[in-house]
């Protein structure tokens, strides 16, 4: 649909990897949204249509600045934004415009609303056959389920996360941040990804149906063979896990805290040795990991114990020194301060014209070597594309557009000229 690669025309140098490529994102809250931003760190041309006046629930959620929603500006990042109203015949008409030469589009609306609409999948791809239709739902296009509304907090406590999180004798505990959106927003993007690198075969498009708890219900590792082979059901352990010790958070003599893991065996001696306790190991309750499992209780005990006699950056530079495992349990300007996390260029500050200066958030998540992905602007204005869209690309006139009570502003690329 654009005239040249997202990475030439922006000036981002050599093209992206995913650069010619056009995403179309009709959603809103997180889990789509998030796989769409992951789309767009690596070049694709993401289009997000809005509601008129509205716009997506995110520009109202968490912590605003001169009323500027700053959640909205990292999670729909590199995007261009057009507001249109989908319960009308103009939205859908926008919407069957968009796709006509799209390679994907992103929806997460509960199952049936786009069929009401007459936005269908087989509607859609009869338009585009290539079309690749991503569709995230609380719990699938089938099922029983299928038509209740389901949103990450729900997910979190379906898939069984939310059982086996806290502490052994207190109640069940949610994260402290979207899980299930995120979880399934990267799972949303590979599976979009594989899509598009079957496109290349057939040249055909499909249907990817994905329900907010199926991703985290694998991430949560052996429950399902553990209890299949053996009868186990997972109970919380506060920072434990079941198949490895040591593992959890100490305090140190300062009152800091440190997370240590000691999975290996050599990892284990070593967390010992720096600890001034050698002979830990020795003792037949610790000699190996089946056994510190068993007498995990008097694990953590003795590592508490020794942790407790060092202030935290004393522990961190012995720690370090022998190659044990360790971390400081950082905060969020903790990381942002961190050196290594400095280095590694994983947070970026960009310019944001609605909050008038620089703003810092995650970078993008992984490094090619290549064809590097990139963060290209913040989080739009609402509808600050819609005349480079709508009229421009789309073909709309300008009373159409502005019959529907749509502003027609100056887009991103018309006022940087």
């Known amino acids: 649909m654009a005239a040249s690669p997202p990475g030439e025309r922006e000036g981002m140098g050599s093209a992206m990897a995913l650069a010619g490529t056009t995403v179309v994102d009709i959603s809103n809250f997180l889990a789509a949204p998030l796989a769409s931003m992951f789309l767009a760190d690596f070049g694709a041309d993401v289009i997000k249509v809005e509601r008129p006046g509205a716009g997506d629930e995110v520009r109202r959620w968490g912590e605003v600045r001169n009323g500027v929603g700053l959640y909205y500006k990292a999670v729909n990042r590199g995007k261009k934004s057009v507001t249109a109203d989908l319960r009308t015949p103009f939205g859908v008409d926008v919407v069957k415009r968009l796709v006509a030469k799209a390679d994907i589009l992103v929806e997460n609306y509960r199952t049936g609303t786009l069929e009401k609409w007459g936005l269908a999948p087989e ?33 979190e406590a379906y898939a069984g996360y939310v059982y086996i999180s806290g502490e052994p004798q207190g109640p069940p505990l949610l994260p402290g941040f979207g899980l299930a959106d995120s979880t399934t927003g990267l799972m949303a993007a590979y599976l979009a990804s594989i899509a598009l ?49 040591p593992r959890n958070i100490y305090r ?64 961190m530079h012995r720690f370090v020194e022998l190659e044990a495992a360790i971390s400081p349990v950082n905060n969020v300007e903790d990381v942002i301060n961190d050196e290594h996390v400095r280095a590694r260029e994983n947070i970026v ?36 594309h819609n005349r480079e869209v709508l009229v421009d690309l789309l073909g709309f006139t300008p009373a159409e557009v502005e019959s529907q009570g749509i502003a027609l502003g100056a887009s991103r690329a018309t006022a940087n000229r």
Do not use: W
């Open 349 to 384: 500050a960009l310019h944001d014209e609605e909050l008038g200066g620089p703003l810092r958030m995650q970078n993008v998540v992984g490094k090619l070597s290549r064809t590097p992905g990139a963060i290209r602007h913040t989080g739009p204005r609402l509808g600050e």
């Open 252 to 315: 140190t003599r300062d009152g800091k805290f440190i997370s240590v893991g000691g999975s290996a065996q050599s990892i284990f001696e070593r967390i010992c040795q720096a600890l001034e306790i050698p002979d830990l190991p020795k003792d037949p309750r610790f000699a190996d990991n089946r056994a510190r499992l068993k007498n995990v209780d008097a694990l953590d005990a003795a590592l508490q114990e020794a942790i407790g006699r060092f202030d935290r950056d004393q522990l």
């Open 197 to 245: 690198h079957e496109k290349r075969r057939s040249g055909r498009g499909q249907v990817i149906d994905l329900a907010l708890y199926e991703t985290l219900l694998t991430l949560l590792g052996p429950q399902v063979v553990n209890y299949d082979q053996l009868g186990i059901i997972q109970e919380r352990a506060g920072s434990r896990l079941p198949f490895t010790a």
């Open 123 to 155: 509607v859609l791809m009869e338009i585009n056959p290539g079309l690749i239709v991503l569709r995230v739902t609380g719990f699938g296009q089938t099922g029983p389920n299928s038509r209740r509304p389901g949103f990450g907090t729900i997910a």
